[in-house]
Nanobody, 116 residues
Framework: QLVESGGGLVQAGGSLRLSCTASGGTFSRYVMGWFRQAPGKEREFVAAITGSGVTTYYADSVKGRFTISRDNAKNTVYLQMNSLKPEDTAVYYC???????????WGQGTQVTVSS
């Protein structure tokens, strides 16, 4: 089970940190990813991190502004979002999988709204 938290309303240029805590399974064995879906749009990849936390990947649209990290002792993955833009407004989901291209488990999502 994956549970996200940390979403909310923020002004453009502000910051938010999302958290996703996992229960069940061996957390460190999973690639963790963040995705988002804006109204009327398809879900898109945001960032991902390997089980060890050594390797990360980012969508071009968030590179340099967002940082993904994880704390395996706390079974938690984070998404630090800085310099937020109105176009970052979406429901953000965390996901767990064995590879970067295949995610088996999804959270319920947390709303992020960036006002201009």
């Amino acid at each position: 089970q994956l549970v996200e938290s940390g979403g909310g309303l923020v002004q453009a240029g502000g910051s938010l940190r999302l958290s996703c805590t996992a229960s069940g399974g061996t957390f460190s064995r999973y690639v963790m990813g963040w995705f988002r879906q804006a109204p009327g749009k398809e879900r898109e990849f945001v960032a991902a991190i390997t089980g060890s936390g050594v390797t990360t990947y980012y969508a071009d649209s968030v590179k340099g502004r967002f940082t993904i990290s994880r704390d395996n002792a706390k079974n938690t993955v984070y998404l630090q979002m800085n310099s937020l833009k109105p176009e970052d407004t979406a429901v953000y989901y965390c996901a767990a999988g064995r590879t970067f291209k295949s995610y088996n488990y999804w959270g319920q999502g947390t709303q992020v709204t960036v006002s201009s």
